[in-house]
C-alpha cells in the first residue's frame, strides 16, 4: 500500500521515500527520517518552477508530469518504488508542498496505484 504524507509533522511508520527535488526547507536529515530520497522522480526544475503550486495549472501540470513519469528513466523509477511496496508492504511517500491536494505526491501515488 502506497500513501502520501507531508513532511513536515509526519508520524507514519513503515518505508518512507521523500519525492521532493528540492530538500524541505528548515529541515535537517535526521528529522526527516525518511529511508530513501529519490529526487529525480520528482518533476523537472523546469515543470515544478513552472506550477508554482498554482491550483490554476493543476490539470495541466497532472498532464504533464504524468508525461514525464513515462520516460525510460522515470519508469525505472518507479519499477523500483514499486519493488520496494512488494517489500515492505507499507511506502509512505513524503513531500514538502503545503497543499496536500495540488502537488506531485498526489500525482506519482495516482500514476504508482495504477502500474504494473
Do not use: C
Not at 21 to 40: H, Y
Not at 73 to 99: C, M, S, V, Y
Request: net charge positive.
Amino acid at each position: 500500500m502506497i500513501s502520501i504524507e507531508r513532511v513536515y509533522g509526519s508520524k507514519s511508520k513503515g518505508f518512507r521515500i521523500l519525492v521532493d527535488r528540492v530538500w524541505p526547507r528548515g529541515l535537517k536529515k535526521e528529522s526527516v527520517n525518511a529511508n530513501l530520497w529519490i529526487k529525480d522522480i520528482a518533476p523537472s526544475d523546469e515543470l515544478r518552477k513552472w506550477f508554482g503550486h498554482d491550483e490554476s495549472k493543476w490539470e495541466e501540470f497532472r498532464k504533464k508530469y504524468k508525461k514525464e513519469l513515462k520516460t525510460k528513466p522515470q519508469i525505472e523509477r518507479l519499477r523500483e518504488i514499486k519493488d520496494l511496496e512488494r517489500k515492505n508492504k507499507n511506502i509512505t511517500l513524503l513531500f514538502g508542498a503545503k497543499d496536500e491536494k495540488h502537488n506531485q505526491a498526489v500525482v506519482l501515488k495516482e500514476v504508482l496505484d495504477s502500474f504494473r
